[in-house]
């Protein structure tokens, strides 16, 4: 049997860059362009039906991998109809971290965008209402970025400290 | 003179002398009325404090109130953000007195494990604290000793520590 990962980068081919497994766990790495497609063709496909983004986070590989993919965008999805699960990832760069908001796909990927900008700075082009969900408005930065300084405050409506 | 010593002597074991001070800490200190201010997981724990195993009621501090203006106490459980400060000193506000901070946890003592920028380090930074029970969560057992503790400094407080005030507190950017 074929393992789902390569059944993925069968079926989009021109949007997955490479498809594997860690820890009996499938993923795909998907071009930053062509993410709202893939996802929309996983979401459809009767062979994948993934009807259900468990996850949307971020990741900061900074010092880690080259400047033009220090971000990494990963999304869980789970089919309940087959019920498989597979994790895609997109890789943005330092200088423009952006990708294409898959909230037209799902919807339920709103409040998981805003929370990957609020923390990590993230532009989801096309979100519908792309501003701060857990941090408050005033806040400057993004402090799960790696180069955030442990020991930087802003108490801007709390105490001074 | 004489005559006052015998109406004194005639009232024999029936009078106690005391201070004003002394009776109402008295009377104080055996009927708080607390105001949970819960937030994260050593609420958990407080469960246990307050249900029938180890049971506050024992100490007379069991009533919580559901407005902050008919509480004595207010406990703050658990870690407190820079974004839920403004509230907590509100709800200080609105407390009348004579009222009391018990700051229950690591987390509100000192800001605990959380050094970092979204925590408050230490709910003493905003409100005049008068117990602190360290603790990740605090076992009940330590609560308790927090409260008979509070108990006692409260039985020997003099009525001229009250009002103690409004809490200022001036955030950067008001809302």
């Given at each position: 049997?074929?393992?789902?990962?390569e059944?993925?980068?069968?079926?989009?081919?021109?949007?997955?860059?490479?498809a594997?497994?860690?820890?009996?766990?499938?993923?795909?790495?998907?071009?930053?362009?062509?993410?709202?497609?893939?996802?929309?063709?996983?979401?459809?496909?009767?062979?994948?039906?993934?009807?259900?983004?468990?996850d949307?986070?971020?990741?900061d590989?900074?010092?880690?991998?080259?400047?033009?993919?220090?971000?990494?965008i990963?999304?869980?999805?789970?089919?309940?109809?087959?019920?498989?699960?597979?994790?895609?990832?997109?890789?943005v760069?330092?200088?423009?971290?952006?990708?294409?908001?898959?909230?037209?796909?799902?919807?339920?990927?709103?409040w998981?965008e805003?929370?990957?900008?609020?923390?990590?700075?993230?532009?989801?082009?096309?979100?519908?209402?792309l501003?701060?969900?857990?941090?408050?408005?005033?806040?400057?930065?993004?402090?799960?970025?790696?180069?955030?300084?442990?020991?930087?405050?802003?108490?801007?409506?709390?105490?001074?400290? | 003179?004489?005559?006052?010593?015998?109406?004194?002597?005639?009232?024999?074991?029936?009078?106690?002398?005391?201070?004003?001070?002394?009776?109402?800490?008295?009377?104080?200190?055996?009927?708080?009325?607390?105001?949970?201010?819960?937030?994260?997981?050593?609420?958990?724990?407080?469960?246990?404090?307050?249900?029938?195993?180890?049971?506050?009621?024992?100490?007379?501090?069991?009533?919580?109130?559901?407005?902050?203006?008919?509480?004595?106490?207010?406990?703050?459980?658990?870690?407190?953000?820079?974004?839920?400060?403004?509230?907590?000193?509100?709800?200080?506000?609105?407390?009348?007195?004579?009222?009391?901070?018990?700051?229950?946890?690591?987390?509100?003592?000192?800001?605990?494990?959380?050094?970092?920028?979204s925590?408050?380090?230490?709910?003493?930074?905003?409100?005049?604290?008068?117990?602190?029970?360290?603790?990740?969560?605090?076992?009940?057992?330590?609560?308790?000793?927090?409260l008979i503790?509070?108990?006692?400094?409260?039985?020997?407080?003099r009525?001229?520590?009250?009002?103690?005030?409004?809490?200022?507190?001036?955030?950067?950017?008001?809302?």
């Amino acid at each position: 049997m074929v393992e789902l990962s390569e059944r993925i980068k069968r079926l989009l081919p021109d949007a997955v860059l490479s498809a594997g497994s860690s820890l009996g766990q499938q993923y795909v790495v998907v071009r930053r362009e062509a993410v709202v497609e893939a996802m929309r063709k996983l979401r459809d496909d009767e062979t994948m039906l993934f009807n259900f983004m468990m996850d949307l986070t971020a990741v900061d590989y900074l010092g880690k991998r080259a400047h033009d993919a220090r971000y990494e965008i990963v999304y869980h999805l789970y089919s309940l109809k087959h019920h498989h699960r597979i994790r895609v990832k997109v890789s943005v760069g330092a200088d423009d971290p952006s990708l294409d908001s898959i909230v037209p796909v799902w919807k339920g990927a709103d409040w998981f965008e805003r929370e990957a900008w609020d923390l990590y700075g993230i532009t989801f082009k096309g979100h519908p209402n792309l501003k701060r969900i857990l941090l408050y408005e005033e806040f400057v930065g993004h402090p799960l970025r790696k180069d955030y300084p442990i020991k930087k405050r802003q108490p801007l409506i709390g105490p001074e400290n | 003179m004489e005559e006052r010593n015998a109406e004194v002597a005639a009232l024999g074991d029936s009078v106690i002398l005391s201070t004003v001070d002394a009776v109402i800490g008295w009377g104080r200190k055996y009927s708080f009325f607390t105001y949970p201010f819960i937030t994260a997981c050593c609420g958990m724990e407080f469960m246990s404090v307050a249900g029938p195993r180890y049971d506050i009621d024992r100490f007379g501090a069991a009533l919580p109130r559901f407005s902050p203006r008919q509480a004595d106490i207010l406990l703050v459980v658990g870690t407190i953000s820079h974004k839920q400060a403004p509230i907590l000193v509100k709800v200080y506000n609105q407390m009348t007195e004579p009222k009391w901070v018990f700051s229950y946890g690591a987390c509100v003592c000192s800001g605990g494990m959380y050094n970092d920028y979204s925590t408050v380090q230490g709910i003493d930074t905003i409100l005049p604290v008068d117990i602190y029970v360290p603790g990740c969560p605090p076992r009940p057992e330590m609560v308790f000793d927090g409260l008979i503790k509070l108990q006692e400094l409260v039985a020997k407080e003099r009525s001229s520590k009250w009002p103690r005030g409004e809490a200022e507190f001036a955030p950067k950017v008001k809302r």
